[in-house]
């Protein structure tokens, strides 16, 4: 067991598209007991291996609370969306923001479990929501994309020294 580290936004690595794993081994037995580690650690509900910079389509997620309901998907498909909700998220790799998205509120997904099995499930609430968020990691894409501009911008200059550059922070320290 190990506690990975994860990446922030505006890194780059995040912007990349997880590729489907191949072969389910140990070693992706062993990914998945490290993501479920680190998520219950952060604590977050979701976790998606590309935040851990492993490219790969693997996500876990845990909407219990309680660690009762662990949950792995190698390969993740959406094959049904339902419905529209807005909730509140959050993210690991843009910690301190919270705001409002909206996205399908039920949900078919198609995965793989770590023995390699295929399953299909139905999700919905903050359960389909948090499977859309990971999926979305898996897709180089972050909940930020869906705000505005402006808001993008907000965050873009509280987190990180890359986001103070290229919005010209620096520059303007230096005229006041
Ligand atoms: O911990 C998390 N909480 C959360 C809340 C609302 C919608 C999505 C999420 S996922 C997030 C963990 C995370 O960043 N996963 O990628
Ligand atoms: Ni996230």
Redesign the pocket.
């Known amino acids: 067991m190990a506690l990975l580290n994860i990446l922030h936004f505006p890194d780059k690595r995040l912007r990349c598209k997880a590729k489907p794993v191949e072969e389910i081994n140990d070693s992706t037995r062993q990914l998945v007991e490290d993501m479920f580690e680190t998520m219950y650690d952060?604590p977050?509900?979701?976790?998606?291996a590309i935040?851990v910079n492993i490219p790969q389509r693997v996500i876990v997620v845990d909407v219990s609370g309680d660690r009762s309901r662990p949950l792995a998907l190698i390969n993740p498909e959406v094959t049904v969306l339902e419905g529209i909700e807005s909730?509140?998220?959050?993210?690991?790799?843009v910690p301190g923001v919270f705001e409002k998205v909206e996205r399908a509120d039920k949900i078919t997904v198609k995965a793989l479990n770590p023995h390699g099995e295929e399953f299909v499930m139905d999700a919905d609430g903050?359960l389909a929501?948090?499977i859309q968020?990971?999926i979305d990691?898996l897709d180089g894409k972050l909940?930020i994309d869906y705000l505005s501009e402006l808001k993008r911008q907000r965050i873009r200059k509280k987190l990180g020294k890359q986001g103070r550059r290229q919005s010209g922070f620096e520059n303007r320290r230096q005229v006041i």
């Open positions: 952060a977050g509900i979701g976790l998606a935040q909730m509140d998220e959050g993210c690991l790799s903050l929501v948090c968020h990971e990691h909940f």
